[in-house]
């Protein structure tokens, strides 16, 4: 079992920065892959992953911008997001995949944060 715990999240101007973090705990999850989705609506949307070997991949609508990393040392993985946009507003979710997928499908990853909220304002 993998507890995860998101926070930084809030409100800021179109232009800004946030950085979210996920603490993990419960297993050490530098052995696993970690992603950051987003959801707006209906469906979760990937955001980001960083792989157990430090291998990234992004989504097309936020490269550039954003930086997935991880301490492995404080067993948390973050999330640097500048120069935000209205249409980056969402609930932010942290997950892990402790079964070596690669998939970027949200539902390839076995464990979830509650989800923060990031709202940005035009």
């Known amino acids: 079992q993998v507890q995860l715990v998101e926070s930084g999240g809030g409100l800021v101007q179109a232009g800004g920065s946030l950085r979210l973090s996920c603490a993990a705990s419960?297993?050490?999850?530098?052995?696993?892959?970690m992603g950051w989705f987003r959801q707006a609506g209906k469906e979760r949307a990937f955001v980001a992953h960083i792989t157990r070997a430090s291998s990234l991949n992004y989504a097309d609508s936020v490269k550039g911008r954003f930086t997935i990393s991880r301490d492995n040392a404080k067993n948390t993985v973050y999330l640097q997001m500048n120069s935000l946009k209205p249409e980056d507003t969402a609930v932010y979710y942290c997950?892990?995949?402790?079964?070596?997928?690669?998939?970027?499908?949200?539902?390839?990853?076995?464990?979830w944060g509650q989800g923060v909220q990031v709202t940005v304002s035009s």
């Open positions: 997950a892990v995949d402790v079964n070596g997928r690669r998939s970027l499908v949200s539902t390839t990853f076995d464990y």
């Open positions: 419960g297993r050490n999850v530098s052995n696993y892959r």
